[in-house]
């Protein structure tokens, strides 16, 4: 992760802004959902109120979705309007569930689509990737990443290929990769595919 030092200028603001954001300062975003874009609230299944002296029904487990969130922005520069953000120079976008580092990050409010360029690490719990490039969408995790080098942390496996697509949540696509779990610089056994 890249760590900031000196001071830094802070600015949060809504996404649907009204006013264009353009900053030539290190600033500080945060990116709030619009209620046209977060997730249906979910339906209460209490059903009818009890009636005095009666016991109330359990209610029926609702699925868990992961909440869209609040996103941080953090770069040297920002620009921006209420659908396109722009940010250049030590990129950090947050999330709950994870965060992108890039040199150049262009976020689309409206399709919550993310394309990174330079030094690109996505980290989420104890995985990583990083490479040059990376373009998918948050809500549907489908796009691509560019040459990257990862390490999935429940099995201590790493490795590299030269694309990987994402096809879906826990779905991806590896193009020419190499993967093993030894430790590095060890490779006793690896495994190469096309």
Known sequence: MKWFAGPMAGLVAAVGAALPVSYAHAAELALKPSPELAPPAPKSAAGPPARPGQPRPPAAPTPEEPPRGVLFLRADRIDGEEDRITAEGSVELRSRYETVLA??????????????????????????????EVRYTRDTEVGFFKG??????????????????????????VIDARYTTCIAPNRDWYLNSD
Do not use: C, H, M, Q
Request: charged share 30%; net charge negative.
């Open 148 to 173: 990257p080098r990862f390490f999935v942390a429940d099995v201590s496996g790493s490795g590299s290929a030269d694309e990987i697509r994402f096809k879906g949540p826990d779905r991806y696509d």
């Open 103 to 132: 040199d150049w990050l262009n976020y689309d409010v409206i399709n919550d689509e993310i394309w990174a360029k330079g030094n690109v690490v996505i980290r989420r719990g104890f995985d990583w990737i990083t490479g040059p």
